[in-house]
């Protein structure tokens, strides 16, 4: 009972009420955006950003405090290991195998608007490198989810979407550590080896993966969920650690953990940490958005709404040449090119990364209006694909029908005639 008097004490002597007020009451308001988004079938990012637009226009200290940031951080090193458990180690060969040529083609397409934007804007090259990066990679959580809701699955044009979307993860693993090194002042050599690094770890998860999966796999499982949840945990914790000091984005490490784990133990721990990505998923992006400054945004609309046009007519490209390779029809290649379209998690990332460096003050107001234009206009070009597909496929034509040919008695048949 001493103890228990103790606790509270302490809890009263630190003032903590505000906290708790401010924190709740913006994860209500962060509910209710997932709810109105949830009705609107779209994605909850968007509406996250804004929220966190409008919330920084008001003084809450909560919100700008250490632990806000932790989990912020915990948010996308659990978003990466999620959506590292979506593949397995041979999946991801087999999506490299076939559509390694989409993949190439998606990344020739994408980053170099981006890149060549930034440097008309006078940027410096680095900062132009993450906004090649953020034009690049699509969102796989987005996308992911509007493939469930719309039932396209079991489709043939989405082996082709997700195995643009694996290669654009898989190259993110060495992309993150080489900007991060680019914005630390990291010479060539440097970053060159902070990409071999990554390289090497990635090529050495998929190895483990396929050769020691089951036996990771026996270490993380349990009857108990509660096991399961504290070992999954404290292992994606620890790799993101041992990559973050191997100068090795922490999120990198949790992706490549996720590919290691698979099978049940996979399906169970996906489920387990669920409503917590979610949770600090949701902190990070409003996170982010508190960051920016809100009378930026004016100055970069129409920059980020032209760059907006731009790429998603790219990446509509890249998705469109991906499915022809699956074979799909013209109304599969439409799907693809405008599943493709939308952009989020990895593109908030990069702009992250060159806002905690301040490269370049635009940088982060850019990306947050483009990510918001393109991860509401994505889905809803899904929705409306099969009748892009309709107007965009060439009408066949019509060619007369041929004069009826009567038979031996000299009589036209009924066939004929119809």
Not at 27 to 40: E, P
Not at 165 to 178: C, K, R, S, T, Y
Request: net charge negative.
């Amino acid at each position: 009972m001493g103890g228990a008097a103790f606790v509270l004490g302490a809890v009263a002597e630190s003032d903590t009420a505000p906290v708790y007020v401010q924190l709740g009451a913006a994860l209500f308001v962060l509910g209710l955006a997932a709810r109105v988004a949830g009705r609107a079938g779209l994605s909850p990012i968007p509406l996250y950003l804004l929220a966190g637009l409008v919330l920084g226009s008001f003084d809450i200290p909560a919100l700008d405090g250490e632990f806000i940031r932790f989990a912020a951080g915990l948010g996308v090193i659990l978003l990466l290991f999620v959506i590292g458990l979506e593949y397995t180690a041979e999946e991801l060969t087999g999506h490299l195998r076939r559509f390694h040529r989409a993949g190439a083609v998606d990344a020739a397409l994408n980053f170099p608007p981006g890149f060549l934007f930034g440097l008309l804007l006078g940027w410096d090259p680095v900062a132009a490198i993450l906004l090649g990066g953020i034009t690049w990679v699509s969102s796989s959580g987005i996308v992911a989810k509007a493939l469930s809701d719309l039932g396209w699955l079991v489709n043939r044009e989405t082996h082709a979407i997700l195995s643009v979307l694996v290669i654009e993860d898989l190259a993110m693993a060495g992309f993150l550590p080489l900007v991060a090194s680019l914005l630390v002042g990291g010479t060539l050599l440097a970053s060159i080896g902070s990409l071999a690094i990554a390289a090497t770890a990635a090529m050495a998860a998929l190895v483990g993966a396929i050769r020691f999966g089951e036996a990771l796999g026996r270490i993380v499982a349990h009857r108990s969920e509660e096991v399961v949840l504290l070992s999954a945990m404290g292992l994606v914790l620890v790799a993101s650690g041992v990559a973050e000091e191997l100068q090795v984005s922490a999120a990198v490490g949790a992706f490549l953990v996720g590919i290691a784990l698979s099978g049940e133990v996979a399906h169970r721990t996906r489920g387990l940490l669920s409503p917590i990505r979610d949770v600090n998923a949701a902190l990070f992006f409003l996170f982010f958005a508190l960051q920016i400054d809100t009378g930026e945004l004016g100055g970069v609309a129409l920059p980020a709404l032209a760059l907006a046009t731009l790429t998603a007519a790219t990446k509509a490209l890249a998705g469109w040449r991906a499915a022809a390779m699956a074979g799909a029809d013209e109304v599969g290649r439409a799907r693809a090119a405008t599943a493709l379209i939308a952009r989020g998690e990895f593109s908030i990332v990069l702009a992250g990364l060159g806002a905690g460096a301040r490269i370049e003050p635009e940088l982060a107001p850019l990306a947050a209006c483009y990510v918001l234009i393109l991860a509401i206009a994505g889905p809803l070009l899904m929705h409306f694909s099969d009748e892009i597909a309709g107007h965009a496929a060439p009408r066949p034509r019509a060619r007369p029908a041929p004069d009826p040919k009567p038979d031996l008695t000299g009589r036209v048949s009924p066939t004929a005639r119809r």
